[in-house]
């Protein structure tokens, strides 16, 4: 696959599941996007998460490029990237005309050839690193390819049986197979799907999370949380040996995957690659954060966030509890990745899943570089608030009343529109009032927030995905994400 075309004034968005129980589903793609950001092959790289914030219907107000390539990072085609992603970023198919943008919806990592690769050497590395070793896998081996199954789209599965019949023909296992979690060939069924000795297991799943770690455990009849309680290569039963290994996401060759998405999509669909001359007309999200902090006085404020310079006229970000600290007793937290770590917990260790919680933790400081370090930063500590802010400065922030993102709910969450108004506001009592800092300015009740002078508020212009869980939640008892 030829390298991407120059894609230097266009934003690339990569999409991921995110998950608002664990912090390792979204792991994958932050772990991609700072790679691809860091070889300043595109504008802007951003990301957005179908349980995580940015959600997917902010995913695209994070740019005014005029190009913007998605790609998901996604093993399948099927419910989310035929259903869910066109519904939520808008899209009408491979190329989208929205407004000014141009959107190139790319195909999902999990769809490019390289995929195979990835579960062999998952498959390969997981015997190597352990204490024991098969001595001819091609005749003693069967390597299952596990994936998840959904009866909402057969697509999803298809790409699952290919890999796998693509390792056997391969001829260095003696069986491979596709086995599911959901659905029949299942993969709780392992013992008597094959007669082998020797069996591996690959998780055919871009992250670690519920499924990888406990779930698929579970079934297999080894551990209940292989994370949290430990385990050890082989697993030993009845005179066979089977290894586990962990989801593939994390190869840092998918990175490069990512960008072959991008390649094949231009080789498929020839764009224009020179810069839109209307590209940069609007007003951008940088452009808008300079004029705010060159006319009013520091310290800024923007959540639980205080923003000032530091002696040596860098940005200096921290918890604005601690404004009056000595920056000698905060800890310097040097990266944005470093510091949406920091983000991912409260003081306590338990998982933050709405990062505007009024929990973030202090005793840190963060220097920003420049207006692009700070926007990384403040980006990673309160998802898409910047975004959201620049539309609302222009009287350009949609807002979705509650009825309406509920009726946009399909699958598992359809259920979410029987909840009636007095059910949103209990929720909204339990969940948003108490939990959260943004300015609801969603009906029913909403509350638009005072305007203060030196700080950024943080806005919800539609009920985030956490709160549709919620709803979910409340109707039919507490379930699985
Ligand atoms: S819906 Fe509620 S909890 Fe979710 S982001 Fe908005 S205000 Fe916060």
Known sequence: MPPPLPVRDAA??????GSTLNADSS???FQHADELRRRGLFAEVHVAFWKEEP??????????RRHVYV???FISSGYFTEQVIPRELGLSGPVTH???QDIFYCQPVGLHPVMNEALLRRAQSVVATSAETISAPAQTACLFICGHGTSFNDNSTKIIYEQAALIRSLGLYADCQAVLMEQSPFVKDWRTLTDCPDVVVVPFFISDGLH?????????GLTHNIKEQGFVNPHRENGRRLWYATAIGTEPFLADTILSQVAEFQARFPVETQPAPSSDSATTIADELARFLELTPPPWMIGELALRWSEDRRYELLQHADLALPVADLNPVDSAHDLRQLALWDSDGNFRPLPAAPNLRRG???RARDLADLRLALDYLYPAALANWTLRQHGLLPVTPWRETAERQTGRFRIVRELGEEGVRELVATHCQPGCLKNRLWTPDALPPATRSGEIPLLCPEACNYLVGKAREKLKGPGEE
């Open 12 to 17: 690339l968005l990569l999409l991921g599941h």
């Open 27 to 29: 792991a994958p793609t």
């Open 55 to 64: 959600n997917f219907r902010q995913a695209l107000r994070q740019t005014q």
């Open 71 to 73: 790609v998901p990072n």
């Open 98 to 100: 929205l407004g000014r």
């Open 212 to 220: 990888s770690y406990e779930d698929i455990p579970v079934l297999l």
């Open 364 to 366: 840190w400081v963060h």
